[in-house]
DNA sequence: CTACGATCTGGAGCGCGGTCTAGATCAAGT
DNA sequence: ACTTGATCTAGACCGCGCTCCAGATCGTAG
């Protein structure tokens, strides 16, 4: 097998920077920073080996990190999952104020989009009438 | 008056913060880092005055920033309608390829909050249960 | 055995976008 | 005249989220 993986189902950390879309430098950090859940597991030698339960969490990681949720957030979620069940009320808060905050985003970005159409309307419109004139707004 | 004003179409860089939401020391930041389009007015004793016109800008910028964009972007912007008319293409199509990026990063957030909305059933559903056993998945 | 690339650790450094401080000045109320 | 609060400038500083470096080690292909 040329491209290692060993096939026992773990990924070295370049293979799982590559399907998370996170950099090795940033894998070593969120571990050092307490963001996942359990210890990696390591080779005899050292080298870290991550399993798809690993992978399952750094992707989710992911998706609430591009969603805007602070590192320090994330941390206490992971830190609510390794101490194991019974306080799923107080996860299912976190995900959910956070989703919350990601209804209001989108609704502001929308509100934005509208703002910046209405910009690129004027000037499309000003160009199509052959740039003949100025714009009425010195500042637009 | 006792809130002062003056009335002659100008505002205060205290009243200019109120309006657009930025700090003054984000006004006077912006100022220096070129991101106005004209000089900002002074007072004989020099302070600033901001007319509508500014304020309108900085509405603006309010909300390229909101939505993303560098203040080196913002920056470009400021100059080329700095330099009057001539350059509408170019702005154009600055503030077009603005709106792409936030079109995407509207639908980036959908599909995080479509992940984040799916963790949140996983919970809700294993809290309505009872939270009688634990999650399926270990690290969910 | 050798070489080369991937990974290791600890810690320094960075880009962005402001924020804050110090010490002086201005302007308005009493 | 005095006090009080807003504003002024220049420049230092900050939080976040990585990113990069040095120097050592691992491990696989040839």
Redesign the pocket.
Known sequence: ??T?ETREESL????TAERTGL????L??YEREGLLVGPVRR??????RYTAVDVDWLLICVKL?ESGM???DLKRFAELVRRGPGNEPERLRLLDAHQQRVDAQIRALEECRSVIAWKVGVYAEHLARGEAEGLWDPRA
């Open positions: 097998m040329t290692a070295s950390i370049g293979e950099s090795v430098h940033a070593r950090f080779t005899t030698g050292g080298r870290r990190r602070p590192l320090a």
